[in-house]
């Protein structure tokens, strides 16, 4: 009887949690909170502790295993996992296409289905029915040579989006048999690369150069726990009998189907029957690119008809029926002419590459970071080295790979990385268990140069015409010692500066008192606090109302605002601690700056307004529309409640919007969305 109770309770807390894993994994829509699925996990784990008998390979408490034991196995591929060819140009797309229409035939009607092409590695996963007719993962497979992959299923097990069955009903809905494979890309999102890289450098490792990289790296560690623990996800594009045959007749099919089965497709793709609405996609694409969240480099347009592809066929490795339509190239090639070490505005070195002037996408490229020291070692860098630069996103480029063939010889001279600061002379030290070295001297021009550019910028008091050349001349002259010092000057301290004219004065006199109006946000973020950036910075004024309030949180009051960790509020604390700093903030205050948090509540539309969101919208992905919302002080929930204002219903909505129709609560599209927002 116990027994009973205990394997139908068993039962059900993993359909409960396969469910939230699911909305948080696959729909990024959580519905309950982090704390409450780990309630569940944990009651699960204890049961099944309890009752190892009933633990199945399938539980979701089963997603980190035994570790491979040595290296991986190989497996032949079902079908060759084939690469695609480019198309750089809409001339070379224009040409591809006359070609299929031509090999097509004439008179034949052709559809296309245009995806994005991420920027992860590309992997096979083959799942076999068992007895209950559920489909279970079996193996999971990287690419390897093409031909032969390998057997990486363990690593592949911890990705939270890959499910690890998927039971009959929901096959057959999805019209999915229950022996079949899919393939996709493993990517990691941005953010999740971001945060591995930040915890890298806390315990003085090189960062990861980009998160193909280290995507790649982490599905091919052995150590599930360290897959387990990065982000991953798993996005599907193929649907192919376990003989590596087309499932589906038409590609939309396909992808649709492993939706329905639980997989993560991209939602943005789209059936396409002209040339012209190619193109209309790829530039969205190319604008949606910088905000998506994960790194795509491309657009994949494929021939939809199964039939039709395997008419059209194969030249060498890459299918004549579908092509890669490649965004201007991010990366380039180039010498470096010297390594030059930089002071931050934190007192951190940084060790910067001098190039030769390269356009890469676009931009001129003549700097680009090493980090640090360690940086450079693992690199095996000497100036004179040609090297790969990449500049992704708005990132700052970075050097990835130093090039050596008979057109690149190497360098020669090895770069020493200096014992004393080089600005100020000042001894330099490194943090046991750190990758940085800093300069000791709180008063050292350069941290006060870059504080008062970082003051200064665009994203934070956006004082225009404080660039540079006027800040090295104000602190040439003395005429400011801190960044408070700026509301000091006058216009005769101003033309006493090369290069600056009367207009030039008054104009920039103008915008250091127009600064004086930013929010608390701007100047807390302005302080260069370390680790406190822009979002932070956001978050503790909304939370604390006023500067002062900040200033006299203790540590634990730091830490009760969401994404402050020890880290952070240390950092903070150690800040307001020094004397220097209080001083700051008091000037800041005399000189007439805003340092409660601004009102904004009464202005914005969306006040007060609880949304919640679900399906796919036509234009937004779900984090604009939340980032939307919220920047006109609304608020976005996960669940529907009678609490929820409007329920905002896309394609594809789900349980929420039955949800919403049982409580009566508005449901609105993205037009109306959008509309409301002004
Ligand atoms: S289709 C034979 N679809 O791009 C068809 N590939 O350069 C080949 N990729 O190896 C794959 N997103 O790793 C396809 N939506 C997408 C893709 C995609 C990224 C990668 C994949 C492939 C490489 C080809």
């Excluded at 049961?47 to 199945?56: D, Q």
């Excluded at 404080?466 to 400011?480: P, T």
Aim: aromatic share 6%; hydrophobic share 35%.
């Amino acid at each position: 009887m116990v027994q009973k109770t205990a394997r139908e309770r068993i039962e059900e807390l993993r359909e409960t949690i396969r469910h939230h894993e699911y909305l948080y994994y696959v729909l990024d829509s959580p519905e309950i909170s982090d704390a409450d699925y780990d309630k569940l996990m944990r009651e699960l784990q204890s049961l099944e502790k309890e009752h190892p008998e009933l633990i199945t390979s399938d539980s979701p408490t089963q997603r980190v295993g035994g570790k491979p034991k040595e290296g991986f196995a190989k497996v032949p591929h079902s079908r060759p996992m084939l690469s695609l060819d480019n198309a750089m140009s809409e001339e070379e797309l224009r040409d591809w296409d006359r070609r299929v229409r031509q090999l097509a035939g004439p008179g034949q009607q052709i559809s296309y289905v245009c995806e994005y092409k991420l920027d992860g590695l590309s992997m096979a996963l083959r799942y076999q029915q068992s007895e209950d007719g559920a489909a279970h993962l079996k193996l999971g497979l990287t690419r390897g040579d093409g031909l032969i992959g390998e057997d990486v299923t363990t690593n592949v097990r911890t990705i939270r989006s890959v499910p690890l069955s998927i039971p009959a009903a929901k096959l057959m809905k999805a019209k999915l048999p229950a022996d079949f494979e899919v393939r996709g890309e493993v990517v990691m999102p941005l953010a999740a690369f971001e945060k591995a890289n930040e915890e890298r450098e806390a315990q003085g490792l090189a960062p990861a150069a980009n998160p193909r990289n280290f995507a790649a790296g982490t599905i091919r560690t052995l150590e599930p726990n360290i897959v387990a623990q990065r982000r991953l996800d798993f996005y599907a594009y193929f649907a192919l009998t376990p003989a590596g045959e087309d499932l589906f007749q038409e590609q939309s099919q396909a992808l649709d189907a492993l939706a329905a089965a639980g997989f993560r497709v991209n939602p943005h793709r789209e059936a396409i029957d002209s040339f012209e609405k190619i193109m209309d996609f790829i530039q969205r694409a190319e604008q949606h690119r910088a905000t998506l969240g994960y790194e795509i480099d491309g657009v994949v347009i494929k021939v939809s008809s199964t039939e039709l592809q395997q008419r059209l066929g194969y030249t060498g490795r890459a299918p004549r029926w579908a092509i890669a339509y490649k965004f201007t190239a991010r990366a380039g090639i180039t010498q470096v002419e010297d390594i030059r070490v930089q002071v931050g505005r934190t007192g951190k070195l940084t060790p910067v590459a001098v190039l030769t002037p390269v356009l890469i996408g676009g931009t001129t490229v003549s700097r680009a970071t090493l980090h640090n020291a360690d940086e450079i070692d693992r690199l095996g860098l000497l100036i004179g080295d040609w090297v790969r630069v990449e500049r992704g996103g708005d990132v700052i480029p970075k050097v990835v790979e130093v090039i050596e063939d008979k057109d690149h010889p190497r360098g020669k001279r090895k770069f020493q990385f200096p014992s004393l600061c080089p600005e100020c002379g000042s001894e330099i030290v490194r943090t046991e268990g750190e990758a940085d070295y800093r300069c000791v001297n709180a008063d050292c021009p350069a941290r006060l140069r870059e504080s008062l550019l970082h003051y200064a910028s665009r994203g934070v008091m956006n004082i225009e015409g404080l660039g540079e050349a006027v800040v090295n001349q104000l602190l040439e002259r003395k005429l400011v010692r801190s960044i408070a010092d700026l509301y000091k000057l006058d216009e005769s301290a101003l033309l006493s500066l090369d290069r600056i004219g009367e207009k030039t004065a008054r104009s920039l006199l103008r915008e250091i008192e127009q600064s004086k109006k930013a929010r608390l946000d701007r100047v807390l973020y302005g302080l260069g606090i370390r680790f406190v950036g822009e979002r932070t910075a956001q978050l503790l004024a909304e939370e604390f109302g006023s500067m002062d309030a900040i200033l006299s949180a203790s540590q634990e009051d730091l830490e009760r605002v969401n994404e402050v960790g020890p880290k952070v509020s240390q950092a903070i604390h150690e800040f307001f601690r020094e004397e220097k700093n209080r001083e700051l903030v008091e000037h800041l205050r005399q000189a007439g700056l805003t340092l409660t948090a601004e009102k904004r509540k009464k202005t914005s539309q969306l006040e007060g307004l609880t949304f919640v969101l679900t399906g796919t919208l036509p234009h937004l992905t779900r984090e604009e529309a939340k980032a939307k919302i919220e920047a006109a002080g609304g608020r976005v929930s996960g669940s529907v409640s009678k609490k929820t204002s409007y329920v905002v219903a896309g394609e594809d909505a789900g349980s929420k919007l039955d949800k919403a129709h049982e409580l009566k609560v508005p449901v609105i599209d993205e037009l109306k969305l959008l509309e409301m927002l002004g």
